[in-house]
């Protein structure tokens, strides 16, 4: 939720904030009044929320909906990040403002709320670490973001009198209150961490509970036009405390606020973006954004690749592969397992993404600017606001036991592999593995080469270049192998240069030279010698 406020508080004009009323949304975003109404009633998932500039219902925020001038992606084995949104890195500070209130004392000390914050290992209330440790984690140590706490500020008003309101003009009011009253005390400017004049993260913490959905101080990030000690205050967020010291409120709304993420509806559980699965143990950024930020690897996949690779769960490695006419809609996929960070999530196995960045919302049913490609087919995620459930066995794609073919995404299969225009990506993704630790899977449909280990671009050999695979990767022929007789049709077999030794898809050896063997696993990754 994002709420817009404006002052030059130097100067000492401050602007009164546009009132945001449920009239004035349903007249500006053009939502039915039902629709409305289902929206209000679903406070069971109260960390969802809106962005709204001006008093205006957005999509995203205005300088984050266009996307960067790319001509084409690259093709290096990890391929480095688009930046479509902001990406801070290294030691971020923001700046922290406590706020009570004459009829809501805090329930928490500052030194404990800079615990919670900032401290490695926080563990009260069950928290899985504090908001430092959950960036950390999910950036892959390269966001270290930190807070420096101030206050607390006794507001002007009793708390009933902010959450007495129909929007968030009160919200605004308190903002300002906040801003002036610390004006004098705090350096504004040392929280311009990549000095461009601009301050990257103000929270504003306040004792009590956000009420009422959509209005009063309900949890929020807001757009503000304010210019203190030399530098722009352009964005803050707000949260509330309560009684028991969670995470996913406050580290959403910075996501919100420090890398102008959107919220992600018709996306189930599967980032702290979307659903609110999991207060004290959220679930990490989705793989996608964590590419954009380049807190993980890229492995780039086009029509004329040909490969197998092999991808550990929850490993730091994706695989994109993009709309050559418009680079900034692909498919990016990886192996994810529902432990740590992602503990909450139901199932296992490789989840396929689908990212359009000219979209820039998720407003379900509608075509989404990030969907989860559900293997089922059945669409039950991108078709509601806040799917419930919210993650499922079904939306991975694998190959179970006993399945009659290897699971596959590609101009066939159910769902397609289709840009959103209805054509045929190219894509063909197939041979995928087991649910594991480490699956595997084939790309193309011509001669398979052999894929580093960790993923990326094919070599451009055939098993060990004497050996060929039919069109459809479903014979191998080589020298002292019977082509038709008691070896038989074997499913994609990869060999090792010079080896002698064969392995398939799922990586298993099934001939050593001219013997057939079962069951011996591949000793290393496909890229090391045997």
């Given amino acids: 939720m994002a709420f817009n406020s404006g002052s030059n508080a130097k100067s000492g004009c401050i602007a009164s904030a546009r009132k945001f009323s449920g009239s004035t949304f349903l007249r500006r975003s053009g939502i039915s009044a039902w629709v409305m109404a289902v929206l209000l009633l679903l406070t069971v998932r109260p960390g969802f929320a809106l962005i709204v500039v001006d008093g205006k219902i ?29 990406h801070p890195s290294g030691t971020v500070w923001g700046l922290t403002l406590l706020v009570d209130f004459s009829d809501q004392a805090a329930a928490f000390t500052p030194t404990e709320i800079d615990a919670w914050l900032n401290q490695k290992g926080f563990n009260r209330f069950g928290c899985n670490g504090s908001v430092r440790d959950y960036y950390a984690d999910v950036s892959n140590g390269k966001v270290d973001f930190q807070n420096e706490i101030h206050g607390f500020y006794r507001a002007k008003n009793p708390k009933s009198y902010y959450e007495n309101d129909k929007g968030y003009t009160r919200a605004g ?55 203190r000690d030399s530098v722009q205050l352009t964005r803050y967020m707000m949260s509330d405390l309560g009684t028991s010291l969670s995470l996913y409120v406050f580290c959403h709304e910075c996501g919100h606020m420090l890398f102008g993420w959107p919220d992600l509806y018709g996306y189930g559980d599967y980032c702290l973006m979307a659903n609110r699965a999991n207060d004290i143990n959220p679930v990490t950024i989705n793989d996608c ?10 492995v780039e996949i086009d029509k004329a690749t040909n490969a197998y690779y092999r991808d550990a769960a929850n490993g730091s490695i994706a695989y994109r592969f993009a709309n050559p006419a418009r680079p900034q809609e692909f498919f990016l996929w990886s192996n994810l397992r529902n432990v740590g960070r992602r503990a909450p999530l139901k199932g296992r196995g ?62 066939a299969s159910h769902p397609a592999a289709l840009w959103n225009d209805h054509s045929a ?27 580093p280990g960790r993923g990326g671009s094919p070599r451009g050999v ?69």
């Fill in 173 to 227: 009011e308190l903002v300002n209150e906040v801003m002036d009253h610390f004006d004098s005390t705090v350096d504004f400017s040392k929280f311009d961490n990549d000095k461009d004049g601009k301050v990257e993260s103000i929270s504003i913490v306040y004792a009590g509970n956000g009420l009422v959905w959509g209005q009063g101080l309900w949890p929020h990030a807001g757009a503000i036009n304010q210019k």
């Fill in 425 to 451: 990506s190219g894509l063909v993704l197939h041979d995928i593995s087991a649910a594991q630790d480490t699956m595997s899977f084939m790309v193309g449909t011509g001669v398979v080469g052999l894929g």
């Fill in 289 to 298: 954004f964590r590419a954009d930020q380049g807190w993980i690897d890229v």
């Fill in 58 to 86: 957005v999509s995203a925020w205005p300088e984050e909906k266009s996307a960067p001038a790319v001509s084409a992606l690259g093709k290096s084995n990890a391929a480095g990040p688009v930046h479509y949104y902001a």
């Fill in 462 to 530: 055939a098993a060990d270049g004497r050996a060929t695979v039919s069109g459809n990767g479903a014979r191998l022929n080589a020298p002292g192998i019977n082509r038709s007789g008691s070896h038989g049709t074997q499913s994609m077999l990869i060999g090792w240069p010079g080896s002698g030794l064969w392995y398939n898809a799922q990586g298993r050896r099934i001939f050593e030279g001219n013997r057939k063997v079962t069951g011996v696993p591949l000793p290393g990754p496909l890229d090391a010698a045997p």
């Fill in 350 to 411: 490789l989840l396929i993404q689908h990212f359009d960045k000219d979209i820039s919302v998720n407003t379900p049913p509608n075509p989404l600017c990030l969907a989860v490609v559900q293997a089922d087919g059945k669409n039950d995620l991108d078709t509601a606001m806040w799917p419930s459930p919210g993650s499922d066995t079904k939306d991975y794609f694998f190959t179970a036991s006993g399945a009659a073919a290897p699971a596959s995404f590609g101009p």
